[in-house]
């Protein structure tokens, strides 16, 4: 309870210190306001996870109740395109759990002939980064963490390392796509990039962090993994595991492979679509989950409502959809400007300076707190950038990529990491410390954020 | 599945015709399009209840992809504020019943003394009534049905006829308010009207309404009465049920209670405030639920996950707000303008005319659909009668009255009715038969949207 209160104090303080702050550093009132509260949301998920929600809703109260934004503009911001994006995907993912399709990946895993150490990695690297860059990071990590246990299980070695190793590749593989993670469509909707580019530019960068992640991880469990050959040797291969289990790939399955198929391809070439009926950026990359929703919902109507209530993250998304509007109202009162030209001014008017400053800041940030809050605060300065003439494509790869990255640093840094400790405490009763995770996530995380770096500064985006 | 396609075929033949006919009364191609799709969604719901959201994704994307629409005015037209208005009150109900408030109503009821059938009559039209304007319809009934059946238990009575007039008087009930009905709000939201205009109109009609309901519940079902009267004599009052049951009014019981209150005075008081505030029209109004479940949220830490998850209806609420989307598109293309010319000869010479035309459709048309849809349907072609210059606001309360009262003539006509009688099918395995409804609720529903429409036509 005094925990508590000390926290709380030490948010209101912040909060209040920073909105006064800027006023002196040229703030009027209605940007002061804006900041201030905004920080203590901030705060408030770094502080009081458990309130979020509440510190959102009345945080956006005192900023309408005070005139700093209206309704209107407060529900333009709010980002409802995102917020049905993400809804109608996650009816896709429901779909797709239901239909038994995570089940059987775990078991392609499960059932690989001539399993070695190496492979072993391999595979659970490869397919956490490609679930994660088309289902989301959260799903895929529960299904490959189930798999991992079950195999580890088996030839009786640790768990840990490779859960760890499946955390980092879904993380840097959610940064892919725009299906990875709720951080790529945010990015895409204001930022007015493609699915397209995030193939052209996002898909590549992401695999050459996957394959650096790949040599740091196979040097750093090198022990790790000869115990787990050693161990392959002395049981034989897993010919038992084999003919003990085996989904068949049943209709439904086949099905719901059929529907996810479609729907990463037709978002992938949503932009050509958009192009070929003319129609405005991104109007058919969001419809797509929408469409694809909809006949799952008359497909499988008596589950549909179960679709919508379960497997959609009511309280995220809403928590999602307060942040936007508050971080909009940073942009609309105009506070994101002053900060955008402090930077700009702080950087020396060097955008490669500043693209250092955004990916580092991003990638640091989002090791503490949940990436979307980063970004959500990055945006509207970035879009300050763009309009006082000092913008680049590559600043929004360097967000992207600082809030993937980043979430590998600490064991708080992503949702993914979160889920996979707590299943590994309520299965396997293992406990992993903050430092033993920072240990090797540090090294993961800034070692990749320094590949995405020295891409970006080398690469020209967008040019 | 030979209905089925049967059903879908006519949805389709029906939606793509009316769009066709539009075009050629004069709708472009954009307008013609927004009416089918928005005919599609409308009866996607009367044949295809399960599917409704199903179509409403489909056909938005459809408006979309057609261009009938630009994604910001579409977002914009989801009236994304009353969904999170309705949002927050769910919450806000959500902690009610958590702490017991309506369990501790229902245990009031019970305890009343000396009771008597006609006592007993009134007290549920009463409460029924209120808890209906301050909460709202759905789970007002629930506790109201919880309620009828212990007591009509206890004396071995019919339970029925008394759920029917709990219904009609919540469905009544429910006009008086914002909070009430989500036409309530929505209907405030779109025209601009604010709680105490409700409290000047709304709240007297539905209040006349009541009175008159009561009366006819009375006669109607004197028989059932008298015989609960009967065995209320031969049993002895309830005092075994006094001893039974006792609720005490716990410390979070009364917190909550205090929270609800305060929410209330100020969502009275919304109007005043905003002008204090220098506020534009129903900010207050429409914050109020996200202020106070904020607050709650904090309270109940520990629920406020499952208050958000199973206590806001996600799945009804995301229909709406693509329903409100499409009906909005009717306007934006300007289709609505379109048939509210056609009627601008007729509204100009004939206000009242127009007023009752309005009242007794929605009336109608809500007894067999879904209020919020007839509502929906309406306010993009008043909005436009507005735009012509022939808008009164006699309109909007014809369209709230009418979309409330006409929900008493079928058993499916509001949400209320439907929720009661799965109720009482599966607690007693009473069926309630259409014959069983339509006397009393037609004769119900007719005289009170008779009565608005006297005080709309003669007051108003």
Request: contains cysteine; positive net charge.
């Amino acid at each position: 309870m005094k925990g508590a209160l000390v926290k709380f104090g030490i948010l209101i303080f912040t909060s209040i210190g920073i909105g006064l702050l800027g006023t002196r550093v040229g703030l009027n009132t209605h940007q002061a306001l804006a900041l201030g509260i905004f920080v203590a949301s901030i705060c408030g998920t770094l502080f009081f996870w458990e309130f979020r929600l509440s510190f959102a809703f009345l945080g956006t109260s005192i900023l309408i109740l005070t005139r700093t934004i209206d309704i209107e503009h407060f529900i333009k911001f709010s980002s409802l395109e995102v917020i049905v994006f993400l809804v109608g995907m996650m009816i896709v993912v429901g779909l797709l759990k239901e239909a038994g399709f995570f089940a059987w990946i775990v078991e392609t895993i499960l059932k690989m002939r001539n399993l070695t150490a190496r492979k072993f990695l391999v595979a659970i690297s490869l397919i956490s980064a490609v679930l994660s860059a088309t289902t989301g990071e959260v799903v895929s990590i529960i299904f490959m963490t189930a798999a991992i246990l079950e195999i580890c299980d088996y030839f009786e070695v640790e768990p840990l390392p490779f859960i760890m190793i499946s955390v980092f590749m879904t993380n840097i593989g959610s940064a892919a796509t725009v299906l990875g993670n709720p951080i790529g469509i945010l990015i895409a909707t204001k930022s007015n990039l493609t699915a397209e580019d995030f193939l052209r530019s996002a898909l590549p960068i992401s695999l050459v962090c996957l394959g650096a992640t790949m040599v740091i991880v196979n040097f750093w469990y090198r022990r790790q993994l000869a115990e787990f050959d050693k161990k392959i040797k002395d049981l034989g291969a897993n010919e038992i595991l084999i003919k003990l289990i085996s989904v068949p790939l049943g209709r439904e399955l086949k099905t719901g492979l059929i529907i996810l198929g479609l729907t990463v391809f037709l978002i992938s070439v949503s932009h050509r679509l958009e192009v070929l009926f003319a129609l405005e950026n991104n109007a058919v990359l969001l419809t797509i989950p929408l469409i694809m929703s909809a006949f799952i919902m008359i497909w499988k109507w008596k589950k549909a409502r179960e679709f919508v209530e379960k497997d959609v993250e009511w309280w995220s998304l809403l928590f999602f959809m307060f942040l936007f509007a508050q971080a909009g109202t940073l942009q609309h009162t105009g506070a994101t400007d002053v900060f955008a030209s402090g930077l700009i001014d702080l950087a020396r008017g060097s955008s490669q300076a500043l693209l250092g400053l955004v990916l580092w800041v991003a990638s640091i940030g989002s090791s503490l707190m949940d990436n979307v809050v980063i970004v959500v605060a990055f945006i509207p300065i970035i879009n300050s950038f763009h309009s006082l003439g000092s913008g680049l494509q590559s600043f929004w790869w360097a967000l992207l990529f600082g809030g993937c990255l980043g979430g590998n640093i600490t064991l708080i840094g992503s949702t993914a990491n979160i889920v996979a400790v707590g299943i590994l405490e309520k299965e396997k009763q293992m406990k992993i410390s903050f430092l033993d995770w920072l240990k090797v996530g540090s090294v993961v995380g800034i070692a990749t954020t320094v590949v995405t770096w020295v891409v970006l500064l080398i690469v020209p985006f967008g040019k | 599945m030979n209905r089925t396609a049967l059903k879908f075929g006519s949805l389709f033949f029906v939606s793509a015709a009316t769009g066709f006919l539009g075009h050629r009364v004069g709708l472009n191609a954009h307008q013609a399009m927004s009416l089918g799709i928005f005919t599609a969604s409308v009866m996607g719901t009367l044949f295809f209840w399960e599917f409704r959201l199903s179509f409403a994704f489909l056909g938005s994307a459809l408006l979309l992809l057609t261009k009938a629409i630009d994604l910001e005015s579409f977002l914009r037209l989801t009236t994304l504020e009353v969904i999170l208005f309705l949002a927050g009150m769910m919450i806000v109900v959500s902690l009610l019943k958590d702490t017991g408030f309506f369990a501790w109503l229902v245990a009031i009821i019970l305890r009343v003394k000396n009771l008597s059938g006609r006592k007993f009559t009134l007290l549920i039209i009463g409460v029924s009534a209120v808890l209906a304007c301050a909460v709202d319809e759905v789970t007002s009934i629930i506790f109201m049905v919880a309620a009828i059946l212990e007591i009509c238990d206890y004396y071995e009575v019919n339970p029925m006829p008394f759920i029917i007039i709990s219904v009609l008087a919540t469905n009544i009930g429910s006009a008086a308010t914002v909070m009430g009905n989500p036409i309530g709000i929505l209907i405030a939201t779109k025209a601009g009207l604010n709680f105490e205009d409700f409290l000047m109109r709304a709240f007297p009609a539905a209040f006349v309404s009541l009175l008159a309901a009561a009366a006819i519940a009375l006669r109607w079902f004197a028989r059932p009465i008298a015989e609960l009267d009967r065995h209320i004599k031969e049993m002895q009052a309830n005092e075994i049920l006094l001893k039974l049951i006792s609720v005490p009014m716990e410390r979070h019981l009364r917190v909550s209670l205090v929270i609800f209150g305060s929410m209330m005075v100020f969502i009275v008081l919304h109007r005043r405030l905003e002008l204090l505030l220098g506020l534009s029209e129903n900010t207050i109004l429409l914050i109020m639920p996200m202020i106070t479940s904020g607050v709650i949220m904090i309270w109940k830490r520990h629920k406020a996950r499952e208050y958000v998850e199973k206590g806001i209806e996600w799945w009804t609420l995301l229909f709406f707000m693509l329903l409100f989307a499409q009906a909005g598109t009717l306007r934006h293309t300007g289709a609505a303008d379109v048939f509210a010319g056609m009627f601008a000869d007729f509204a100009s010479n004939n206000a009242r005319g127009l007023m009752s035309l309005v009242l007794w459709t929605s009336s109608l048309g809500s007894s067999v659909l879904d209020n919020v849809i007839v509502v929906v349907t309406y306010t993009p072609v008043i909005k436009s009668f507005f735009t012509l210059g022939y808008g009164n606001q006699a309109l909007w309360w014809a369209l709230l009255l009418g979309g409330c009262f006409g929900g008493n003539i079928t058993l499916i006509g509001s949400t209320a009715n439907i929720v009661a009688i799965g109720l009482l099918e599966k607690e007693k395995n009473i069926k309630v038969r259409f014959r069983d409804w339509i006397g009393i609720g037609l004769t119900v529903g007719i005289v009170t949207t008779g009565l608005a429409w006297v005080l709309l036509s003669f007051f108003y």
